[in-house]
């Protein structure tokens, strides 16, 4: 049996979880302007999959994020290999997570988080890195080399992954001048130097409300 | 013994878990975990932070101090010119409760007889906490990065 359709009208995420919920043996088939993907089911589960260059769990991720084209259900159909391990709703929420993630990502721009943070009461400098410690907003002041902050932050990280932990709220470094904070937001790392008159729990609130009402 | 004995304080505030001083060649000079806390993890914790005050040594900046947020508590850490101090709490502890409690007892702890006698007592080894085979990859590409 042969089943056509457009994911427009049925979204892939709920063909595979049709095929998996009824056990079925089938090859699915997508064909879009990005290229054909294949999915192949048994017992319960995906199997395999292949889109070009992909294949395993990282191909169902590209086919997930396709919005349109073609799908066609073959049933019966055998899979040439077993390249999925994980149960079919970790791979299918992972991807959808990650899909969802990506696209809050490119409706947010790092370049209005030091205008928005700059004029609050307390903050001398506010300035945006990536992980690889590259500037993507704000200015370095002379005495901060980005890379040896970003440096601080990885190993701040690994310290708190010790605990059994991967909920890294923010770190503060102090000198006798001021604080520097680090704060993760969206893939950036937020660097907030501050005054010593601040209090440090409220400090911390305001910039999590002004980072929050970026969207 | 130096912890009861110079942060008693520090150890009646209720959410305290550890408290560890070590020596600058990361060998512990004392440490003082309430009865839940898993003594293992400071072994691994204090390295790390002997690296990161390494390297901010070479910054323009003099941070000598650092505490981190998570979910479940707060590590507060502090360098000294010969030791590092440690604290781990719960996360309604109030760090400048700690800081004010610090810059009274740690002076008086560093200055103390007691204190310079441990230290003398065994020979300080030299560590290189930079040294490649400490790092991980990324943290050697930082590192790098920091140098060009």
Known sequence: MVLVGNLKDLRLANIIQLNCMERNIAKVTVSSHEGTGFLYFAEGQIVHAEFSPYIGEKAVYEMLSLHDGQFKVEAGVQAPAHTIKRPWNSVVLDSLRELDEKTQQSAYSPKKISATLSTQKGIKNVFVLNYEGDLIDGNLTENINPHLFTFIWYKLKKVSTLFYTDNFSYAYLKDYWGYLFIIEFRASLVFVEADLNIIVDNFVKMIEKNLKSLG | ?148
């Open chain 2, 1 to 148: 013994m130096i912890i009861s004995e110079f942060l008693k304080d520090l150890t009646r505030i209720e959410g305290i878990q550890a408290i560890a001083i070590y020596r600058s060649d990361n060998s512990p000079l004392d440490i003082w975990t309430d009865s839940k806390f898993n003594k293992q993890i400071l072994e691994q914790v204090s390295v790390h932070y002997f690296q990161i005050f390494s390297v901010l040594e070479s910054s323009l900046r003099d941070f000598h101090e650092t505490v981190i947020t998570y979910g479940k508590g707060k590590i507060f850490s502090r360098v000294f010119p010969d030791s590092l101090l440690i604290i781990i709490t719960h996360p309604n502890v109030e760090i400048s409760l700690i800081r004010f409690i610090i810059n009274v007892k740690m002076t008086e702890l560093l200055n103390s007889r007691q204190f310079q006698k441990i230290l003398k007592k065994v020979p300080k080894k030299k560590m290189q906490f930079l040294d490649n085979k400490y790092l991980d990859e990324q943290e050697i590409k930082y590192l790098k990065s920091v140098k060009t």
